[in-house]
């Protein structure tokens, strides 16, 4: 009987199969380290631009701080002259209050009634003076009544004295003054 022998043809098929699986496997971990590759250099790439967009970031951060701490100073300088201009408000508000209750005793005070002092403690006025007689002094009274400017006239003290040689009356008299609130710029005072 005629022997072929096949195993030197198998041999060289599983050889050659061999080799192609290794080829395979080889071509499989080139693709797989190329992939690792270019991942990494995709992932390096994006970490390095994310890296450089959180520094500018933080430089944007910074500048927006001193901007922020600018603003926080103009806000408290906004304040303070907001705090000024109420103040002159407030000033402006009782400036001529003075010079009108001046005005609005000098309109009552009668010829014949004159003041040693007058002392203003916040609206509450205290006069002290001489008359020529109790009627002045009641007639300067009844004209304090009648004007809108004075309440709570109370005469303290009337007694005869005698200035300069001429028989006169001195008198102490307290009252308040009214303040009228006014509409300053749309606000109720």
């Known amino acids: 009987m005629i022997r072929i022998n096949l195993l030197p043809y198998r041999k060289e098929r599983r050889q050659k199969q061999i080799i192609q699986h290794l080829s395979y496997v080889g071509a499989v971990l080139a693709c797989v380290l ?3 590759v270019g991942l990494n250099m995709y992932i390096t790439g994006v970490l390095s631009d994310m890296q450089e967009e959180k520094a500018q970031l933080q430089r944007q951060n910074a500048q927006l701080a001193k901007k922020i701490g600018k603003l926080r100073g103009l806000d408290k300088l906004r304040e303070d002259v907001e705090g000024k201009l109420a103040l002159v408000d407030r000033l402006q508000e009782g400036r001529f209050e003075t010079l009108m209750t001046l005005n609005g005793i ?6 014949n009634v004159w003041f040693s002092s007058v002392v203003d403690n916040h609206g509450q006025l205290k006069f002290v003076g001489y008359a020529e007689s109790n009627k002045a002094v009641a007639n300067f009274m009844r004209a304090l009544d009648q004007s809108n400017m004075f309440q709570h006239i109370a ?3 009337i007694k005869r004295v005698t200035v300069a040689g001429m028989p006169v009356r001195s008198f102490t008299l307290s009252l308040r003054r009214v303040i009228e609130k006014k509409t300053v710029k749309g606000k109720q005072s």
Do not use: D, K
């Open 155 to 157: 005469l303290q003290m």
């Open 34 to 36: 190329l992939l690792v």
């Open 106 to 111: 000098a309109e009552a005070i009668p010829e």
